[in-house]
T-cell receptor
Framework: NAGVTQTPKFQVLKTGQSMTLQCAQDMNHNSMYWYRQDPGMGLRLIYYSASEGTTDKGEVPNGYNVSRLNKREFSLRLESAAPSQTSVYFC????????????FGPGTRLTVL | RKEVEQDPGPFNVPEGATVAFNCTYSNSASQSFFWYRQDCRKEPKLLMSVYSSGNEDGRFTAQLNRASQYISLLIRDSKLSDSATYLCVVNNYGGSQGNLIFGKGTKLSVKP
């Protein structure tokens, strides 16, 4: 049981390049999330998917797109990377227990030059 | 007013000290409350849920005051391994930004 996995762990892009961050969970969770974390800003929600086939914008969706490929996988795409997107990106999923513990992946450290 | 507010710290304490973190939340309809721990360059992990009656897990005690919209975390007999950032988290069911709202975190550094 790997929990939430993310690839890649590190990435350096040049301004204008595109890339997709991959996320998968093996806990049969319905809801999945993408956050970014910047110093002094805390975790900010980019997009979330409450269930397979649905996606919704979070607090900071501009410059990003997402795909909920199936129940397990939720990818985040940067079409044209900008230096302001330099951040640590966390994928998370939430269980169906009454207390809604959210499980996080190990993160992707992205630098845009 | 921000949805979840915490004192950013850092809190620098000696081993064995007792330290308390506070958190306030703005949405009176919030239903569930949590403390997460985040080690440096790692992902957040659930430390404990917070119940209305208060709850304890070893050296950690969490309290909730719904009337004041206030959550606290008390750590007794601090260990070096407690050094981390502690995130206050509130679940706003039906909110437009997904389920969980995170505070910015309070950094704790426990010194020998």
């Amino acid at each position: 049981n790997a929990g939430v996995t993310q690839t890649p762990k590190f990435q350096v892009l040049k301004t204008g390049q595109s890339m997709t961050l991959q996320c998968a969970q093996d806990m049969n969770h319905n809801s999945m999330y993408w956050y970014r974390q910047d110093p002094g800003m805390g975790l900010r929600l980019i997009y979330y998917s409450a269930s397979e086939g649905t996606t919704d914008k979070g607090e900071v969706p501009n410059g990003y797109n997402v795909s909920r490929l199936n129940k397990r996988e939720f990818s985040l795409r940067l079409e044209s990377a900008a230096p302001s997107q330099t951040s640590v990106y966390f994928c998370a999923s939430i269980g169906t227990s009454g207390y809604n513990e959210q499980f996080f992946g190990p993160g992707t450290r992205l630098t845009v030059l | 007013r921000k949805e979840v507010e915490q004192d950013p710290g850092p809190f620098n304490v000696p081993e064995g000290a007792t330290v308390a973190f506070n958190c306030t939340y703005s949405n009176s309809a919030s239903q569930s409350f949590f403390w997460y721990r985040q080690d440096c360059r790692k992902e957040p992990k659930l430390l404990m849920s917070v119940y209305s009656s208060g709850n304890e897990d070893g050296r950690f005690t969490a309290q909730l005051n719904r009337a004041s919209q206030y959550i606290s975390l008390l750590i007794r007999d601090s260990k070096l391994s407690d050094s981390a950032t502690y995130l206050c988290v509130v679940n706003n069911y039906g909110g437009s930004q997904g389920n969980l709202i995170f505070g910015k975190g309070t950094k704790l550094s426990v010194k020998p």
